[in-house]
Nanobody, 116 residues
Framework: QVQLVESGGGLVQPGASLRLSCVAS????????MSWYRQAPGKERELVAG???????NYADSVKGRFTISRDNAKNTVYLQMNSLKPEDTAVYYC??????????WGQGTQVTVSS
């Protein structure tokens, strides 16, 4: 069964850090571009960070310098290290895998809440 499973979310105070993980099963991620999206209540889903199959990365302006995306193809896992978290980072975070000619694969999401 092809799936992505996110984990690592939770409730943290402003300024704290979290590391999200996205584990793939049923397929290998090495040839896929992987990305993290988030969706806050009442807002559209937005791209947070992406990493190509070759390792190139891109980030939303709102998270540059605070978030880092990385991948471990041997573990079939993508990570999102989130530092200096802000209340506006509160959202459900989703992992996505995409490859030319294939349908995108989405995870079920993990909740991140930043609140004092």
């Amino acid at each position: 069964q092809v799936q992505l499973v996110e984990s690592g979310g939770g409730l943290v105070q402003p300024g704290a850090s979290l590391r999200l993980s996205c584990v793939a099963s049923g397929f290998g991620i090495s040839s896929y571009a992987m990305s993290w999206y988030r969706q806050a209540p009442g807002k559209e889903r937005e791209l947070v960070a992406g990493i190509s199959a070759g390792g190139s990365t891109n980030y939303a302006d709102s998270v540059k310098g605070r978030f880092t995306i990385s991948r471990d193809n041997a573990k079939n896992t993508v990570y999102l290290q989130m530092n200096s978290l802000k209340p506006e980072d509160t959202a459900v975070y989703y992992c996505k895998a995409v490859r030319p000619g294939r349908l995108a694969i989405w995870g079920q999401g993990t909740q991140v809440t930043v609140s004092s």
